[in-house]
């Protein structure tokens, strides 16, 4: 197997647009949930999201933006930003050797809810002709396929909240196995439609709305926490080989060292300790990577009652006693759930925060649970921690759990830590 | 009085930010960035603005010019009175 390293990141999120951005947003622990300003908003019972500012009319021309859903306008920024920031990480390359790995859970689903009303709101049967083109799950990773040349596999994974770890984590197998020399990975989501807002209010898993400060309504791991709150936004990343990417020069900004799966293979939405730390196994198994060796997690961190419950017994589960020492960041609570977008975002977050030896703050941990003891690094960022080593956790309806393990990027020079 | 292809150009400038300059009779739609699906939506939003009922066979309008003498020609056969009324832009035209 070869060694991967990550060397392009783009991101559009609630935290900002651009690494740089989002970093400094989540190190002070700024919250992009905010109140939603929609018409429709007043027929929710919690009328908040994680908004990304991004204005699909400034971004693509009007031509081009007729045949986008916002889903796949978000990738194709993020995906661009990647491929931009990875300095020529597309030279060069076989184009057939090329491959783009793209996670979404609800796909083009604010076309698909336009045509709904269309049809039944209106009771007008002008369904827009590219309504199949922008709703189907992969049209973003098609669109990023399109718009840079790439000719190898053009893959879409929907496995609800855990797509777009599976993306980066099946990425990387195709690139650590010699099948691929580049790749474009990560996750897209735009999942505010009218339709698909109240449908996330229908399952009972959305957080209310805390009234004096709406921005602090997602609070994973405090007692008071009361569910999730849906965001929109995309993150790409850019990975090929070790050693491709310092012999071309590249400034190397993390590696995967490898990803895990398994299946709960028992409830549609109950959260399993068994599945979850089986995951983490799995992962840290494949990365062959000792349970000691890891330095900070990024959970998965709903804020739902019963995630976070579940992810803090797997955790104990997988580390024993040392769990008490491992920081771990629920950065949801500022960014929002993004979807299938998330575990995509989290990873990038996670590449951020082991290079700039932070672990990121669990924001808005008002109350201690009995049952959440771990360290979650509560409301601040915790500055000199030199993780070298961290998992990005993703859980999804479903049971399908990914955990990614990732390793920080030699400061002094690429590839200035120990190869695995 | 307003011309139909000054009025089908004032469509294409507002919802597709074309320059004037490249509308002209003998321009293709599909270098305006308008393809086959492309023109099923154009012509939905021409159906608005001319106050025409568009048939529902399919038609192959490979210019500006072609769509000009259909459009034409379906305003002289419905009987729709000016073709100076002022052009609507309601809130369907896409986004």
Request: with cysteine; hydrophobic share 45%; net charge negative.
């Amino acid at each position: 197997m070869r060694r991967v390293a990550v060397s392009g990141i783009g991101v559009v999120s609630p935290l900002g647009n651009g690494a740089a951005q989002v970093l400094a947003n989540a190190r002070a622990g700024r919250s992009g949930v905010r109140k939603l300003e929609i018409p429709f908003a007043s027929r929710l019972t919690a009328p908040i999201a994680a908004t990304a500012s991004f204005d699909d009319g400034v971004e693509f021309d009007p031509g081009k933006a007729r045949m986008l859903d916002r889903f796949s306008m978000l990738a194709l920024f993020a995906a661009n930003q990647a491929v931009q920031e990875a300095h020529g990480a597309l030279s060069d390359v076989d184009l057939e050797r090329a491959g783009v790995f793209v996670g979404t859970g609800m796909g083009g689903t604010l076309t698909m809810d336009g045509g709904y009303q269309t049809l039944y709101g209106e009771q007008s049967d002008r369904i827009k002709p590219f309504t199949i083109l922008m709703g189907m799950h992969n049209a973003a990773a098609a669109w990023i396929g399109i718009e840079h040349g790439l000719r190898g596999p053009n893959m879409t994974y929907s496995t609800a909240c855990s797509s777009s770890t599976v993306a980066i984590g099946e990425a990387w197998m195709r690139v650590a196995c010699g099948q691929l020399d580049v790749a474009i990975a990560g996750g897209a989501e735009a999942p505010l439609s009218p339709g698909s807002l109240k449908a996330w209010e229908a399952l009972h898993t959305v957080a209310t709305m805390d009234v004096l400060d709406p921005a602090a309504s997602c609070r994973p791991f405090s007692r008071n926490r009361s569910g999730m709150v849906l965001g929109e936004g995309a993150a790409m990343l850019v990975i090929e080989p070790w050693d491709r990417a310092r012999a071309r020069g590249a400034d190397i900004l993390g590696e995967i060292l490898g990803y895990g799966q398994s299946n709960d293979a028992s409830h549609i939405t109950r959260p399993s300790v068994e599945g979850q730390s089986a995951a983490m196994q799995a992962a840290l198994r494949v990365a062959g990577v000792d349970r000691q060796e890891v330095d900070a997690i990024n959970a998965h961190g709903t804020g739902t009652q019963a995630n976070d419950r579940t992810e803090t017994a797997a955790i104990r589960a997988v580390f024993g006693a040392r769990a008490d020492q491992i920081p771990i960041s629920a950065t949801k609570a500022m960014h929002g759930h993004l979807l299938g977008a998330a575990g995509a975002l989290e990873c990038v977050l996670s590449l951020l925060a082991m290079q700039h030896e932070i672990a990121l703050p669990t924001m808005h941990l008002q109350l201690p649970d009995p049952e959440c003891d771990l360290d979650y690094v509560p409301n601040i960022a915790r500055e000199d921690v030199a993780a070298q080593v961290m998992i990005s956790n993703s859980f999804a309806f479903g049971g399908t759990n990914a955990v990614l393990v990732l390793r920080r990027a030699g400061r002094e020079s690429p590839g200035g830590i120990g190869s695995h | 009085m307003t011309t139909t292809f000054e009025r089908l150009s004032a469509i294409l400038m507002k919802d597709y930010k074309l320059q004037p300059d490249r509308l002209t009779l003998d321009a293709p739609l599909e270098s305006l960035g308008i393809d086959s699906l492309g023109t099923v939506e154009l012509l939905w939003n021409i159906e608005d603005a001319f106050q025409i009922k568009l048939p529902p066979d399919p038609v192959e309008l490979p210019t500006m010019g072609d769509v000009v003498r259909y459009v034409d020609e379906l305003i002289a056969k419905q009987g729709v009175v000016s073709a100076s009324a002022p052009v609507r832009n309601p809130a369907r035209q896409t986004t």
